[in-house]
C-alpha cells in the first residue's frame, strides 16, 4: 500500500514536498516512482528513483525544479517541488515498481499505486 500526503494549495513560485509512504510489502528491490495527471489530460512521468537511491530521474521539462529522494529506512519517497507554476496544476500519484534495480518511467511497470495527492498552484 502506498500513502501519499503533502499536496496543496499553493502560489506560483511556492514549493511544495511531497510523499508516499509504502506498508505492507516493502521487501525490495523495488523503484518508487511519481506521476501526474492534470485535468483532461493524460497520466505522464515525474520522476523515478531506484532501490538503492543511487540512480534518480526527473524528465528534463522538471529538472532544476523538482527532485526526486528516498528514505529506505522509512520506505518512503518525497517529490521536493520548487518554483512551482500554474502547469503544475495535477493530481500526484507515487507508484512502486517491485523486482526491479533499476528504474522506469513506463506506468504500465508499476505494480502498485498510492491514492493520489492534489497540487494546485495559483496565480
Known amino acids: 500500500q502506498l500513502q501519499a500526503s503533502g499536496g496543496g494549495l499553493v502560489q506560483a513560485g511556492g514549493s511544495l514536498r511531497l510523499s508516499c509512504a509504502a506498508s505492507?510489502?516493502?521487501?525490495?528491490?523495488?523503484?518508487l516512482g511519481w506521476f501526474r495527471q492534470a485535468s483532461g489530460k493524460e497520466r505522464e512521468f515525474v520522476a523515478a528513483i531506484s532501490w538503492s537511491g543511487n540512480t534518480a530521474y526527473v524528465v528534463d521539462s522538471l529538472k532544476g525544479r523538482f527532485t526526486i529522494s528516498r528514505d529506505r529506512a522509512k520506505n518512503t519517497v518525497y517529490l521536493q517541488m520548487n518554483s512551482l507554476k500554474l502547469e503544475d496544476t495535477a493530481v500526484y500519484f507515487c507508484?512502486?515498481?517491485?523486482?526491479?534495480?533499476?528504474?522506469?518511467?513506463?506506468?504500465?511497470?508499476?505494480?502498485?499505486w498510492g491514492q493520489g495527492t492534489q497540487v494546485t498552484v495559483s496565480s
Open positions: 507508484a512502486a515498481h517491485f523486482g526491479t534495480q533499476g528504474i522506469n518511467g513506463h506506468d504500465g511497470e508499476y505494480d502498485y
Open positions: 505492507g510489502r516493502t521487501d525490495g528491490p523495488y523503484a
